[in-house]
């Protein structure tokens, strides 16, 4: 059975940080590319960013950059998601996809909620 379990997400300060872990089972993660993409209330889920399958390769939104580092660990299956800096404006479900060819799988996401 595939699956993408994320976790890590919860209630955080301006300012602060949080790392979120997608884990993936039922299929070769390690051939996959993988992002991380979030949905805020009212708007359309959007690409955070990006990691090709072997790591080599990586790409962040604007709003992201600088803030956020993707990475992944393929012996673990897992892809991560470090966000520093958290502004009120991160606020959303935080969705993990992975990808190759055709093939591609959603995780059920993990609400990020940033607030003083």
């Known amino acids: 059975q595939v699956q993408l379990v994320e976790s890590g997400g919860g209630l955080v300060q301006p300012g602060g940080s949080l790392r979120l872990s997608c884990v993936a089972s039922?299929?070769?993660?390690?051939?996959?590319?993988a992002s991380w993409y979030r949905q805020a209330p009212g708007k359309e889920r959007e690409l955070v960013a990006d990691?090709?399958?072997?790591?080599?390769?990586?790409n962040y939104a604007d709003s992201v950059k600088g803030r956020f580092t993707i990475s992944r660990d393929n012996a673990k299956n897992t892809v991560y998601l470090q966000m520093n800096s958290l502004k009120l404006e991160d606020t959303a479900v935080y969705y993990c996809?992975?990808?190759?060819?055709?093939?591609?799988?959603w995780g059920q996401g993990t609400q990020v909620t940033v607030s003083s």
């Open positions: 039922g299929f070769t993660f390690s051939t996959y590319a």
């Open positions: 996809y992975a990808i190759m060819l055709h093939l591609q799988y």
């Open positions: 990691i090709s399958s072997l790591g080599t390769y990586t």
